[in-house]
């Protein structure tokens, strides 16, 4: 079984459009998370959040936003696409803080 | 604040020799530390995790990690390089909270059969 999974694992789409990514975690992990990678490999936090509390990055625009149906889902949705917003976006998932992060296969955008 | 320096954003090595990648981290307090590999076109794989345990901390695939306060270090051996490790290594520290991880630019490694 997969243990962070995240859908779909490539996605193309136009400029202007709304699009959400998937992202479930079977591992009864409390906090959740998420990251986007550069052309250049960087990584970098998007959000975190857990049963308690969301932590944005002040640097991510409101167009991004985290959706929590439950404590194992945390969707990722993003309104008005830009081209730099093209990069492959990460789910990832901890059981407690100062533990590690499990992380899903990732989903490459590609927006034209 | 914390954050990692990856020193080498490029390692080549032939097949057979020792591999060596760099990690310096900056943090208030005594951070958790972790090594990740990302294979090409692929998620993220822990290789191997520091949480104020013992300083040297083996991982999988026979990688090993010494944190050392002293020089704020996270160095990633392995005594004989694989074609299989060929990928993108990033050293990783936690904040105190765990909310957030902090992932340094990357190397780069590459052997030569």
């Known amino acids: 079984d997969t243990a962070v999974s995240q859908t779909p694992k490539y996605l193309v789409t136009q400029m202007g459009n709304d699009k959400s990514i998937k992202c479930e975690q079977n591992?009864?992990?409390?906090?959740m998370y998420w990251y986007k990678q550069d052309s250049k490999k960087f990584l970098k936090i998007m959000f975190s959040y857990n049963n308690k509390e969301l932590i944005i990055n002040e640097t991510v625009p409101n167009r991004f936003s985290p959706k929590s149906p439950d404590k194992a889902h945390l969707n990722l949705h993003i309104n008005s696409l830009e081209l730099g917003d093209s990069a492959v976006y990460f789910c990832?998932?901890?059981?407690?803080?100062?533990?590690?992060?499990?992380f899903g296969q990732g989903t490459r955008l590609t927006v034209v | 604040a914390q954050s990692v320096t990856q020193l080498d954003s490029h390692v080549s090595v032939s097949e057979g020799t020792p591999v060596l990648l760099r990690c310096n981290y900056s943090s208030s307090y005594s951070p958790s530390l972790f090594w990740y590999v990302q294979h090409p076109n692929k998620g993220l794989q822990l290789l191997l995790k520091y949480t104020s345990a013992a300083t040297l901390v083996k991982g999988i695939n026979g990688f090993e990690a010494e944190f050392k306060k002293s020089e704020t270090s996270f160095h990633l051996t392995k005594p004989s390089a694989h074609m299989s490790d060929a990928a993108e290594y990033f050293c990783v520290v936690s904040d105190r909270t765990g909310n957030q991880f902090y992932f340094g630019t990357g190397t780069s490694l590459t052997v030569i059969p």
């Open positions: 990832a998932s901890s059981r407690q803080p100062d533990t590690e992060a499990f």
């Open positions: 591992l009864g992990h409390d906090t």
